[in-house]
């Protein structure tokens, strides 16, 4: 495995945490087109024991009674959302890409570098006033994830934090998101 970048890993979790996500994630060039760096994280979910420590520190640094519901934007971050909930002893609940839930939904559509793209949640996901903390695997030009913000909030929830386990800072995503606050293991 190779780290993401040649100074010191840093995130919002501090430099052990940052060094720990750093550690697996591997570059996949050239996907999913030419001239494309893709981050993959698969290692590191494929690594019980450091999986583990990326998830109870997104609990710490969120706190565990601080959000009743844990939101997954769709694939990878289900991964992640999941593990949180569970850790957290709460519900997790999908945003996923258009058509893909069973039953009457809330939908936001958004503009991409190459066209556009709709996610949806279904409509009774939330209660009023449903602390609602959101996490992803990669945080690129903040599309998705502030498409995914407002339609929480649409749906009635109340955001009350948003992780990540990479953010590729030089792409913008977290000054898009502001003054919403973004919390990065690492940030490259």
Same mark, same amino acid.
């Not at 640094?61 to 939101?71: K, M």
């Not at 793209?117 to 449903?130: K, N, P, R, S």
């Given at each position: 495995?190779?780290?993401?970048?040649?100074?010191?890993? *840093?995130?919002?979790?501090?430099?052990?945490?940052? *060094?720990?996500?750093?550690?697996?994630?591997?570059?996949?060039?050239?996907?999913?087109?030419?001239? !494309?760096?893709? @981050?993959?994280?698969? #290692?590191? +979910?494929?690594?019980? @024991? =450091?999986? *583990?420590?990326?998830?109870?520190?997104?609990?710490?640094?969120?706190? *565990?009674?601080?959000?009743?519901?844990?939101?997954?934007?769709?694939?990878?971050?289900?991964?992640?959302?999941?593990? &949180?909930?569970?850790?957290?002893? /709460?519900?997790? !609940?999908? /945003?996923? @890409?258009?058509?893909?839930?069973?039953? #009457? =939904?809330?939908?936001?559509? %958004?503009?991409?570098? %190459?066209?556009?793209?709709?996610?949806? !949640?279904?409509?009774? =996901?939330?209660?009023?006033?449903?602390?609602?903390? !959101?996490?992803?695997?990669?945080?690129?030009?903040?599309?998705?994830?502030?498409?995914?913000?407002?339609?929480?909030?649409?749906?009635?929830?109340? &955001?009350?934090?948003?992780?990540?386990?990479?953010?590729?800072? +030089?792409?913008?995503?977290?000054?898009?998101?502001?003054?919403?606050?973004?919390? =990065?293991?690492?940030?490259?």
């Amino acid at each position: 495995m190779t780290e993401t970048h040649s100074t010191a890993p *840093r995130g919002d979790s501090g430099p052990e945490a940052a *060094r720990l996500v750093a550690s697996r994630v591997l570059d996949v060039p050239d996907f999913p087109q030419p001239g !494309v760096m893709f @981050k993959d994280l698969m #290692p590191l +979910f494929a690594d019980g @024991k =450091a999986f *583990r420590e990326v998830v109870d520190g997104i609990v710490a640094y969120h706190g *565990r009674d601080g959000f009743d519901v844990v939101v997954g934007i769709e694939a990878r971050g289900f991964v992640v959302a999941a593990a &949180v909930a569970y850790a957290a002893g /709460v519900g997790v !609940v999908p /945003v996923r @890409k258009a058509g893909k839930l069973p039953r #009457p =939904a809330h939908s936001v559509s %958004y503009a991409l570098e %190459y066209g556009e793209a709709t996610l949806e !949640v279904h409509e009774d =996901a939330f209660t009023a006033g449903h602390r609602v903390l !959101v996490v992803d695997d990669v945080l690129a030009t903040g599309g998705t994830a502030e498409a995914t913000l407002d339609l929480v909030e649409r749906a009635g929830g109340t &955001v009350t934090g948003f992780t990540v386990l990479l953010e590729l800072a +030089f792409l913008g995503a977290r000054e898009r998101l502001a003054p919403r606050p973004v919390h =990065a293991l690492l940030t490259v």
